[in-house]
């Protein structure tokens, strides 16, 4: 018989009864909410619980407060990277119902001496269980109380705030109801919420069409700092397979002097392990994180997993792959789609341990060259269990690490890759278009629970996705997508040059593969092309920098505006009250007006006098007032404002605009 | 390491991951659904595990099927009292697999030689693992698929029927996992779900204002039945305290000959083991009960658990009383309000076991007598932990238990009590009024997960609350809210003969007690008066009985209707097809009219033939087409309609109505 009477429920935030941890980075703060209630009419008190996860920490306390409809909230903040874990204690307070009676009756005019030793019984308990000098005062206040004086001191007494104050501080526990389950926080570091990709072949970085180099790409790293990126990721820098390699256009044959596939890993020369010898030597490359190291810029490596016939593994471990009957090693396979370039691993070996340990050891050792964020190609492919086995391993030894999650066309498979581990993922920004589409998909990623596991990384092209919105929409569709996914997602990127060209030519109609893609050949951009659009660039990375409402991702509203073509939305950030309000053209042909509505008070907008929206992309200013106000965009010049609002507030002298 | 690489999770039905039972009644289905994927492009198989909870039960299993998206269902039937259990085991197929690629390679004229070997090794697989004919059969498939004859025989063969449904005998789960949780089912009888309550105070039962007796109450029973209700609830039948008695109409002074509120359990006659003496002895007693039987109804008795000051408790166990320091025993307060007349128990008490025990006897000894059904009274003042326990202990021994917990003003509370045991649940609907009101809360009592744990009861009335919208809507809003409770859900009860007659006077203005309330004293009703209502009564019951959709609360949906006065919403029953549609002017004034909006296709009605919608209440006929109708309601008459949909159905002769 369980004599414990508060019951602890609906705790949130928790991601499937506790079994992952939810996100944060240093210095958020994990808001806790719970139902927490009694039988009866007895008042209640709670406390939050949490600490970090490492050993012998000591739990610490938050007193939860009561909201509406027996919900109570607390907080506590993540200073350090790593783990911590948080649960709820609530217990029935006696002196806490007696105090709220106490009150209640004395307003009433009843009799209140019984009452008054009941009371002094309450703080005859407490004293038993303070120590020191509070235990002294509180026996004092004791023998005040059951003394045979004027009850009007006895009652001021009774209702003290000091006396209130130190009977908390020593709660009778001895019935408290502790949370059934503790429940944990990832805590990353900074980046981990807010990053700017920039994805580059390195080996195009070269003179002409020559092989570029290691060299070469560090050259282009400044130009690629200063447009704001600060990762700049690289497909795999690893030797490529010749057997089966694919030619340009992804053909079958390679014709020679064809440079095959970076994702077709491990030659002669080497494996997951090995730099291309084109690019250069591991110095060579050690030399180029160090370069962007000082520009601010972060290097990130792809991980595919997956091997070219001829990598060194087939050889040295046979068993990691699936033999055919005829004694040939299974390929890729999509039927009726052959990957004959590609091997993949057979996770269901004998050996898995062997197999896990080695691919461990491959991040590993990029991690040992200063390499601190992974993409990971088709993480979709591997089993769930390897990964949240190896990036827990990983970041045990180094919270640093940031792990991006590409995506496929599974929603509840990307979820639980960003649940089991995952930092970021890629997601269906590329493939949401209209105002519909967008509201519904970053609704469910900031406001569902699912903000609490997923990260979205928003990338408007990739080597593999060409839309057909940028394939139709010209210069103004690059533009569009870009503040689109720069603004809606505190992390998004780009694949370029290709971005900053605004190239639309698919392979074929109907495609989303570029037309003599980068993935099989080696491109020869002309830097003056790119310069305007680089411009562009700029000022949307610097808005960024200098918004940090841009920088988180739950605070995104949508606004209502009364044309089909023009989505807004806003982000505030809590603590700096920065607060940004976003419009965009959706239509990338032509200008479209209408009117914006907003909810003043949710924004924290005076209703009553003026307000400067302050378009930060044409440093244009306008004076709006009250919730409807008018926009026009012409998408050929900018199709998109992102207004900093300017409240106005009674300074000493006058208004003046916050700045 | 974990090799196992499925992933189960979102499984549903569960409550708070797996913590209560869901609920169900025999001759239901358990439908189950969860998210199952597996990372690539591997097929998997699922099966559903369910057996009953008693030991030494064998899983049975269910096969699963996909949806969309990844989800999975299956469904068992329950058809014992009792606890099941339920859980998910999903595996990797690689013959599965394997067929439907071998199958896409056909289609796409691909040399499909080595996959013949490869289909070959996993029927040999197969083999292993089966016994007997099965064994032998898959070795002969085997061999035919690696014979050196003709490869179109052998493709046939490889995508035989039989042997995939072979194979699928004798699934390889070596690495299958199961889902991490053996969900429960708590399963009761149909009455659970479905019930028609009618209270009564015997004592009122006698001629004039004498105290009546069992066996006038006796007498009373056949017109309670030929109403179609088919329990009858008693008030408390114990002595009644003489102490600090409360007079009419609550007044704190008892005049001589005032009777007391039967909640002032025990006397020196006895406690809640005893009969209050004016109305008879125990034999008396199970004639009523024998005799309700007879006619269809049982007898519900309350649960009180709290005593007058005269209670056998009070003297033989002060320990079950909170002591005050004038030594005098603490009555129950809500300050500035006291209840000198009500002891409550102190669950907090050192020997609450004893206490505990005590109070499940209680209910033991009425169970002894006969009495299968409890209304409970204020159950959220006793500690939630007594409720699951004594509940689980009784229901261990008696499947048939059913508990009726009373309702109050926290939602949490009430959802609690439902999902540690409580059968079914009073509601908020006495005030619910409005249709936005009706439609938000009923939408979350069988729309939301809450439909697995809470079974709804409306009351109309009771003896606590007379509501402000039958204090100022005359005869008509008892028949509105009449016919809502009836057909919103599947349970529903009346305090009578208070209903019948309308009674509509609060004891002051703003109070919800009646004037002159039963609670305090005896009524002597004139059977006469009460005779028109209850015809009505006969036929709303008469209705639900014969309608199986109006037994049911999940498949409620509300409707589209352009008038917000009135509200227009369906039941259907999935099995009979039986289609009920109800409209009611809220409104019991003015005669109003609208347009019915249907979803026909939902419902299951034909877009392109009338249907007929038939007023069971009135007994009318209507040809309805398309989906939009029209009604007109005059709450003066009958202020709804309740329509069965009768539709049409082409027959060998000609089009005619379903019956």
């Given at each position: 018989m369980n004599n414990k009477r508060v019951i602890i429920e609906?705790?949130?935030?928790?991601i499937d009864s506790g079994r992952f941890p939810i996100k944060r980075v240093i210095g958020e703060k994990v808001e806790v909410e719970a139902d927490i209630f009694v039988d009866g009419h007895d008042a209640l008190s709670a406390t939050l619980l949490y600490r970090q996860a490492t050993k012998g920490a000591q739990w610490r306390e938050a007193d939860m407060s009561p909201l509406v409809n027996d919900r109570w909230a607390a907080s506590f903040p993540v200073t350090e990277l790593g783990f911590y874990l948080y649960t709820i204690e609530a217990w029935v307070d006696h002196f806490k119902s007696w105090r709220r009676d106490f009150q209640k009756k004395l307003e009433a005019g009843l009799d209140i001496s019984i009452d008054l030793l009941i009371g002094a019984d309450l703080v005859e308990q407490a004293s038993k269980r303070a120590t020191g000098k509070n235990c002294e005062q509180l026996v004092e206040f004791c023998q005040f109380l059951r003394a045979?004086?004027?009850s009007r001191l006895k009652t001021q007494l009774a209702l003290d705030e000091e006396l209130a104050q130190l009977i908390f501080k020593y709660?009778?526990?001895?019935l408290a109801t502790k949370y059934e389950r503790e429940l944990s926080v990832v805590v990353e570091r900074q980046k981990a919420r807010f990053s700017t990709w920039y994805e580059l072949f390195?080996?195009?970085?070269?003179?002409?069409t020559e092989h570029g180099t290691f060299a070469d790409c560090e050259r282009q790293l400044p130009a690629i700092a200063a447009m704001g990126f600060d990762i700049v990721y690289f497909p795999p820098i690893h030797p490529i397979g010749k057997t089966k390699r694919k030619g340009r256009n992804n053909s079958i044959e390679a014709e020679p002097g064809d440079f095959g596939s970076p994702w077709a890993i491990g030659a002669k020369e080497g494996g997951?392990?090995?730099?291309?010898p084109d690019l250069g030597s591991l110095d060579d490359f050690k030399s180029l994180v160090n370069r962007a190291k000082e520009l601010g810029l972060e290097v990130a490596l792809d991980l595919a997993f997956q091997c070219s016939p001829d990598h060194p593994y087939v050889e040295?471990?046979?068993?990691?792959f699936r033999q055919r009957p005829d004694g040939t090693v299974q390929y890729a396979e999509n039927p009726p789609k052959k990957y004959e370039d590609i091997y993949p691993f057979?996770?269901?070996?004998?050996?898995s341990a062997e197999l896990w340990n080695e691919l461990k050891s491959v991040i590993e050792y990029w991690i040992d060259q200063g390499v601190s964020t992974f993409r990971v190609d088709?993480?979709?492919?591997?089993p769930f269990a390897f990964w949240e086995w190896v990036i827990a391993e990983l970041r045990g030894k180094n919270p640093n690490l940031i792990f991006l999650s590409e995506a496929f066309t599974r929603p509840k498979i990307m979820y639980r890759l960003g649940k089991l581990g995952f930092t970021q993922s890629y997601t269906y920004f590329a493939w949401r278009n209209t105002k519909w589409e967008l509201t519904q998909y970053f609704t469910e990623l900031t406001q569902t629970e699912v903000r609490e596991f997923f990260r979205p990384n928003a990338w408007p092209n990739t080597p593999d996705i060409l839309t057909e919105y940028l394939q139709t929409g010209g210069k103004p569709a690059f533009m569009i997508r870009l503040v689109l996914a720069a603004t809606l997602t505190a992390s998004y990127g780009i694949y370029g040059p290709a971005y900053e060209l605004c190239?639309?030519?698919?392979?074929?109609?109907?495609?989303e593969e570029y037309r003599d893609s980068e993935k099989y050949e080696i491109k020869d951009y002309d830097?003056?092309?790119?310069l305007q659009f680089r411009e562009l660039i700029s000022v949307i990375n610097r808005i960024r920098r200098d918004n940090?409402?841009?920088?988180?991702?739950?605070?995104l509203r949508f606004h209502e505006i009364d044309n089909e073509q023009l989505i807004c939305y806003s982000k505030a950030d809590p603590v700096s009250k920065d607060l940004v309000i976003v419009v965009v053209?959706?239509?990338?042909?032509h200008t479209h007006a209408g009117w914006v509505e907003l909810p003043l008070d949710q924004l924290g907008i005076p209703k009553d006098r003026p307000y400067q929206v302050h378009?930060?992309?044409?440093?244009a200013r306008y004076l709006w007032l009250g919730h409807r106000n008018y926009v026009e965009i012409n998408p050929h010049i900018v199709p998109a404002h992102i207004f900093k609002v300017r409240r106005k507030v009674r300074t000493e002298h006058d208004f003046e605009y916050f700045l």
């Open positions: 609906g705790v949130k935030p928790q045979p004086e004027d709660p009778d526990k001895s390195p080996r195009s970085c070269g003179e002409g997951h392990k090995a730099i291309h040295e471990h046979p068993e990691w057979n996770f269901e070996c004998e050996n088709n993480p979709h492919t591997k190239l639309a030519e698919p392979r074929e109609p109907g495609s830097p003056e092309s790119v940090p409402a841009l920088q988180i991702d739950h605070t053209n959706l239509d990338p042909h378009d930060l992309i044409a440093d």
